[in-house]
């Protein structure tokens, strides 16, 4: 049972940065792709970047990129999210995901659905002003 605790959210000034993390822990074998997704009131999930665990191959969401930056640490089992020149409209619930997936190019792939992810972290408050 994969477990994904979140850390690193809080409050900054717009133009600001912060710098998520997710644990991983319970990963036994397998190739799996990690994503970070974020959450406005009463909104679906939104897919802001993926990684594929093998290969390190990411992808971010087009409105964030340049800004924002996915990685992972396997030393330290985290997935990693910096978020740089934050704005306003960057203020929501951030989440850490993961899901199984043989595929680095289905990880990678814009569509991906947020539903398709089997395991969540509990989220992670970013406020920007």
């Known amino acids: 049972h994969v477990q994904l605790v979140e850390s690193g959210g809080g409050s900054v000034e717009t133009g600001g940065s912060l710098r998520l993390s997710c644990l991983v822990s319970?990963?036994?074998?397998?190739?799996?792709?990690m994503g970070w997704f974020r959450q406005y009131p009463e909104k679906e999930l939104e897919r802001i970047a993926t990684?594929?665990?093998?290969?390190?191959?990411?992808d971010v969401r087009a409105s964030v990129k340049g800004r924002f930056t996915i990685s992972q640490d396997k030393a330290k089992s985290t997935i990693d999210l910096q978020m740089n020149s934050l704005k306003a409209e960057d203020t929501a619930m951030y989440y850490c995901?993961?899901?199984?997936?043989?595929?680095?190019?289905?990880?990678?792939?814009?569509?991906?659905?947020?539903?398709?992810?089997?395991?969540w972290g509990q989220g992670t408050q970013v406020t920007v002003s």
């Open positions: 319970g990963v036994t074998r397998g190739r799996r792709c």
């Open positions: 990684i594929f665990s093998e290969d390190s191959a990411s």
């Open positions: 995901a993961s899901r199984p997936l043989d595929s680095s190019y289905l990880c990678t792939a814009a569509g991906l659905s947020p539903h398709s992810f089997d395991s």
